[in-house]
């Protein structure tokens, strides 16, 4: 069965330092998204892109965080400097599209990247 | 910010028991979705309820949606211990999906 696949599953870094994630969708999914959750928290969706486009990046701090789907395809999400509120659980998800090109509701999560930043 | 609240936030129960967990939510909905996570890993969709469906049933899950009360209900029956695993809902509006707080669920063998 397909799975989006995310890395690293683990991260530890430094206050300061830059920190990437990658995600890979389910292959064929148009809609790619990343979302932030803290601890005993839900996820808070961060970023939105339809194909290579960003639809959403409402909540995405824009002055530290960056994400980019170049090819429509796979997906990074930077973080420059990392900070000590940072630490949280990044989930990647996708969806395919829907008929008409809308978009299909079921998301299908990652496992996730645990960042820890010291 | 988090559009629904799920209440209780912690339930223990035994295996073969039922597991009931509640979700309120503030704004108006185009439909409503459940999604369980496993202890550190991602989140598993469970089931959708469109805003005009009142109940819905897939396997051992019962969800109601009641608009009038901007509230839902999850309910798992003959509960097992693989059930053991944090229960969200999530609304979806006009736009994004936005997730609540969580119910911890702990069937104890």
């Known amino acids: 069965e397909a799975e989006v696949a995310q890395s690293p599953r683990y991260k530890i870094t430094e206050k300061s330092q830059a920190v990437a994630f990658w995600c890979d969708p389910i292959?064929?999914?148009?809609?790619l998204y990343w979302y932030r959750q803290i601890l005993g928290q839900g996820p808070e969706l961060l970023v939105q892109?339809?194909?290579?486009?960003?639809?959403?990046d409402s909540q995405l701090p824009k002055d530290r965080f960056s994400a980019e789907r170049l090819k429509g395809v796979d997906s990074t999400l930077k973080i420059q400097p990392a900070e000590l509120g940072d630490s949280a659980m990044y989930l990647c998800?996708?969806?395919?599209?829907?008929?008409?090109?809308?978009?299909?509701?079921?998301?299908?999560f990652g496992p996730g990247t645990r960042l820890l930043v010291l | 910010s988090q559009q629904g609240e799920e209440d209780p936030q912690a339930l223990s129960i035994q295996e073969g028991e039922n597991a009931t967990m509640n979700c309120s939510y503030k704004?108006?909905?185009?439909?409503l979705q459940w999604y369980r996570q496993n202890s550190g890993r991602g989140l598993v969709h469970l089931i959708l309820?469109?805003?005009?469906?009142r109940e819905k049933h897939s396997g051992r899950l019962r969800v109601t949606l009641d608009t009038s009360k901007k509230s839902s209900s999850l309910l798992i029956t003959a509960s097992r211990a693989a059930d053991t695993a944090s229960y969200f809902c999530?609304?979806?509006?006009?736009?994004?999906?936005?997730f609540g707080t969580g119910t911890r669920l702990l069937v104890s063998p």
């Open positions: 292959s064929g999914h148009a809609t």
């Open positions: 999530a609304t979806r509006g006009f736009q994004k999906l936005v």
């Open positions: 998800a996708s969806s395919p599209a829907g008929r008409q090109g809308r978009i299909q509701e079921t998301q299908y």
């Open positions: 704004t108006s909905i185009n439909n």
């Open positions: 892109f339809q194909d290579e486009s960003v639809v959403d």
């Open positions: 309820i469109r805003s005009n469906e």
